[in-house]
DNA sequence: GCTTGCGTTGGGAGCGTTCTCAGGGGTGCG
DNA sequence: CGCACCCCTGAGAACGCTCCCAACGCAAGC
């Protein structure tokens, strides 16, 4: 196999220019142990001359320790990649990380193949696993000994300590507040069943609908505008007096806003729509889409100091999300 | 320093479980070199049973290639990663990497650190670095003895082939379609000064405008909705009678579709607005977006294709833009 | 003056791989 | 029957780093 790397200054190559030992020029560099001022000042001068920089991956070897902490996001394809909720992880993630030079890396978790997550958690160059929108099957597929290296921004396990959002009380709060503004036949767009996050807001729906006596009105979406649209058609044609469609995502309620604006329904007099995440399109839509605002960057602030850190314990506060009230609702 | 790594198999330990030697074992396991039946089975029965995983610091190290590519994204910060066109180029990087088992990581590029790029593509562990949006600053800090390893989305240098989107000719499109349809007093929403990719597009609108005798009218964005809807405020103050407005990128044009839509103005009746880049809501905004299509995906594909294969020469076909006609303009 | 202790240093073993090289055993040919 | 050849194998040296351990010199204490 062909070598294409050029050489480049190594640690032995800083020791020789300053005239010491590897094992000095090791203590120097990395801050640990005790070295004499001189050989201080002289293996830093040869480091900065030889433009230096310790190889990520023979560090990794040797210590067992991470340099990069990676964002995985589990779904049926690359596209799960395209999500602003991830965006938003994948941002906040590289805040905390920036400091400790640790770089964040974003990886697609294929949903047929679990055991890409054990082999991302084994991985001596990552220093910690940050799971999006995962499954009880794929969490499944963290040894419990890999614990604290993993930590899931969504459901958990008993090896990974989950940092989630109250979906279920957003989802609540948005279909009460369509129910006070005194809609009744309240149709919601779902996301793809696999999916836990999306099962939370569904049984939020069906509480609040059961507790008043109304009729359930559940569409299968994808989470995508064009999703949206799609199951917006359906409804329209399954339940032509349906007065208000929560959808489970911005980007479905956006679709749905646009299939009505064409077929002339009047958006919030006819059908009221409200949304979920608040995407910074939301509040440029026409009407400005009325959606719930969850605090992703805050709870994945806390999820990527925890698994920098090795802690286990969840943040002690739960943030809880707001209803962001435009015009469409 | 902690090793918190548990015990895992190593190469070894399925070496002594099939009774050969770790050479055998790594010549079965890698496919490369010769084995006999029986060694090949033996090998994969035990590597099956202890739930073998090569370890990719280890693999990085011993060979020097490289298990990840980098999409690097240059910006001022973090939020640059938030980005429809970076989504695009990570999900191409990724369908290219997926079969050769390469992870894709995305990581942001400090405009102040630029040397933070050599040691990316230093890096053993990362097989190769896809650039975007960068500057000749930044591509300065790549050495060309590192040539082969980092492309750029965007322009290039001696060092660093490129695999760039016609935008300029793609401006020239746009403006030339505004003027077209009897437009003359056209505004132009730029993207930041430091960004070459704004600086194509803005190039192109002077020329078109110099060559009918049109007004400069240029106004610097930020390339987010927000920056589109302070500009368009700017705009309607400074030039009140502006017939049509070019944004350097779709989000901005939402933003000043949203502040034509407050203020009561007519589009595209009143004034004409176009986008750039064809985000997934260009489509979906009211009215709909006119704007152009950049083979994003195409031109990621090649660029991931050439990294990998440490190709240096950049795709025979140029892959053209294309206009979007919709309803804004 | 000899021992004790501390601050500093270099040697060397490991981390888990890959890859080169030399040797061993079988088969085919002369 | 002997030799050459080829297929297969294992020993061992890298790769670049960290870290344990033993040794060194020097000052202080008895």
Redesign the pocket.
Known sequence: ?ARP?P??A???DVARVA??????A??V??G????????RDRVAAAAEQLG????PA??A????GGVRLVVAVAGTEPGVLHDPYVDRVVRAAAEVCAPREVGVSLEWLPLHAPERLRRLAED?SVRGVLIVNTTERILAAVPAALDGRTVSIGIGSPAVPSFDVDNGGAASTIVSHLYDSGRRRIAMVTGPDWMPCTRRPVRAYQQVMGAAALPIRLVPGDFTAAGGQAAMLAILDRWPDTDAVFANSDAMALGALAVLRRRGVGVPDDVAVAGFDDVPFAALSAPALTTASHPVGRIATAAATAVLDRARTPPATAYPSELILRESA
Chains 1, 2 share one sequence.
């Open positions: 196999m790397l050489q480049r190594t640690l032995e005239g010491v030992s590897r094992s000095t090791s203590r560099l990395t640990f142990g005790a070295a004499s001022l001189s050989a230096y920089a310790p190889d023979a560090r070897l040797a210590t067992g001596r």
